[in-house]
């Protein structure tokens, strides 16, 4: 099978390295795109660099590997950017995979999913400390990524732009024409030694159970599935292909 697995807020590539090498160890073609402005691309980062900036990101991949029958998946923030991918190129896309993602209908966008007070605190912080367009990353202790691999992901993770939570997405019923479509639900965050804002997710993913058209796998772990869980994360996503 052919994966290509789309990172979240903050991140890049390379919080995929694991799960990328089981895939391949196993036979299947895998692609972990870095976003325009984030991680090893993070140079590149501009005022302009918005929603559509990393959906293109992702269309760009799929044109250019010339890739097909594709299982896409999207952590976190990454939901909203493999739905956009999804509505351009439908025709590619073999099955969707939400990790911990969100999960928008048409015309909505992150921000629509958190509470108005955590807007208005990653507005003001960018405003602040941002140059007025660029979120901090939140520390990894707060999603409960495990212990040994906290240090490093917050030394990997960097500023993100703000307008990627304010873009509304286009996408009409795009998600209802996949026919395979997982979600995978991230139960053990945020951490008793760093309560704060309770996982958007655990909503979206009730909602889902009651949708058989959908496959809904909770894994018991931290938000960064791929770092806390990379083994189960790979048979999750093989059986979703």
């Known amino acids: 099978m052919v994966f290509v697995l789309v990172h979240g807020a903050w991140h890049g590539g390379w919080c995929y390295k694991r799960v990328a090498q089981y895939l391949r160890a196993a036979g299947h073609e895998v692609h972990v795109p870095t976003l325009t402005g ?13 929603l559509e900036t990393h ?20 952590h976190s923030y990454g939901g909203i950017v493999i739905t956009g991918v999804a509505a351009k190129v439908p025709d590619k896309i073999r099955a969707l995979v939400y990790l ?24 003001d912080e960018a405003r602040k400390n941002g140059d007025g ?19 490093w992901a917050d030394q990997m993770c960097v500023k993100h732009p703000l307008a990627c939570f304010e873009d509304k997405v286009t996408v009409g019923n795009v998600v209802d024409r996949i026919a395979k479509k997982t979600y995978v639900l991230a139960t053990d965050w945020p951490p008793p030694e760093a309560p704060g804002m309770p996982s958007p997710f655990v ?3 009730e909602r889902l159970r009651a949708d ?22 790979v048979e999750a996503l093989i059986a979703a292909g």
């Not at 984030?38 to 980062?45: A, D, I, K, Q």
């Not at 058989?212 to 994360?233: I, T």
């Open 203 to 205: 909503p979206i993913a």
């Open 133 to 151: 367009y660029l979120m901090a990353p939140i520390p990894a202790a707060a999603f409960n990524v495990n212990r040994a691999d906290r240090a």
């Open 212 to 233: 058989n058209r959908w496959c809904v796998v909770a894994m018991h772990c931290g938000h960064d599935v791929m770092l806390d869980m990379p083994k189960e994360l």
């Open 55 to 74: 959906i293109q990101d992702v269309v760009n991949l799929l044109r250019w590997e010339e890739l097909k029958d594709v299982v896409l998946c999207g």
């Open 100 to 123: 911990d993602a969100f999960v928008p209908a048409d015309g909505q966008r992150l921000f629509d999913f958190l509470p108005p007070q955590t807007q208005a605190a990653m507005t």
């Open 38 to 50: 984030l991680g090893e691309r993070s140079h590149l980062m501009n005022r302009s660099v918005n």
